[in-house]
């Protein structure tokens, strides 16, 4: 059941740009049009904080389709104790679906064409709960999109991730590390979601410790499963509200 429960995200021309992330602030003034019109697109919890990420789709109708030109999001974070902001890292692209997606509907058989927006997130980053990207891409009515957060580790000055000393650290980052007796250690998960940080390339600012992480794991042997199939647990679809339906309004 869960590949027809979807979010449909409206595409308007009429829907206007955040000028300015300071409209965003509580209880500040200013043009309604910029303020409002934001459309979930995924729900998630991390931390033990539940968030919700929103996006502003602007760009225009082209024949029958939508030139989509610039992407807005928005991270509202609803409740827990660590906060989640953006790391200012987007991607958004299209592939096409197995011949066993859910997605594929026989009321349009030939349309195989689906896309991936994947955002960066951290905890403990209140201030950055905007993010902005242009694009170039033309979006068909009822076009599929996966939403995605790629996490970061917390700042290291909590953690120690990259230090030696890593019991000593004031907390321990659950989505990339464990606690095993007096030890705090890198999880095998934790080391998946940093080669895929990695692989990416956007967080320039530790690459060399990743790699360093990564390079000790190969050298001790150490697996490091795929994190798709980490986060998927193993089940080929997993039921995650993170599917979107593009409608074009006219």
């Not at 026989?106 to 201030?127: D, T």
């Not at 600012?205 to 794991?217: P, R």
Request: proline content about 4%; aromatic content about 12%.
């Amino acid at each position: 059941m869960h590949e027809n429960i979807k979010y449909t995200v409206a595409l308007d021309k009429n829907t206007k740009a955040l000028s300015d992330r300071s409209l965003l602030g509580k209880n500040t003034k200013g043009p309604k049009d910029e303020k409002a019109d934001w459309q979930c697109i995924y729900g998630g919890k991390a931390y033990g904080t539940e968030f919700f990420v929103y996006a502003k789709f602007l760009g225009s109708p082209e024949g029958d389709a939508f030139r989509l030109k610039k992407i807005q999001l928005y991270l509202q974070n609803y409740s827990g104790p660590v906060s989640m902001g953006f790391t200012g890292f987007m991607n958004f692209e299209s592939f096409t679906m197995s011949d066993d997606d859910p997605d594929i509907d026989e009321r349009n058989p030939n349309y195989k064409k689906k896309y991936s927006l994947e955002f960066g997130v951290r905890g403990m980053n209140m201030e950055n709960n905007f993010d902005c990207q242009d694009v170039d891409i033309l979006l068909l009515d009822n076009d599929i999109m996966m939403a995605e957060p790629i996490f970061s580790p917390i700042d290291e000055k909590f953690t120690r991730i990259f230090q030696e000393e890593k019991h000593k650290a004031d907390y321990v980052d659950e989505l990339f590390m464990v606690r095993v007796g007096e030890d705090i250690v890198i999880s095998p998960e934790g080391r998946s979601r940093l080669q895929r940080l990695y692989n990416y390339g956007y967080e320039t600012s530790y690459n060399d410790k990743i790699a360093e992480v990564l390079e000790d794991a190969v050298n001790n042997e150490l697996n490091i499963p795929d994190q798709k199939s980490v986060e998927d647990k193993n089940i080929k679809w997993p039921c995650r509200p993170i599917n979107t339906k593009f409608r074009i309004i006219s």
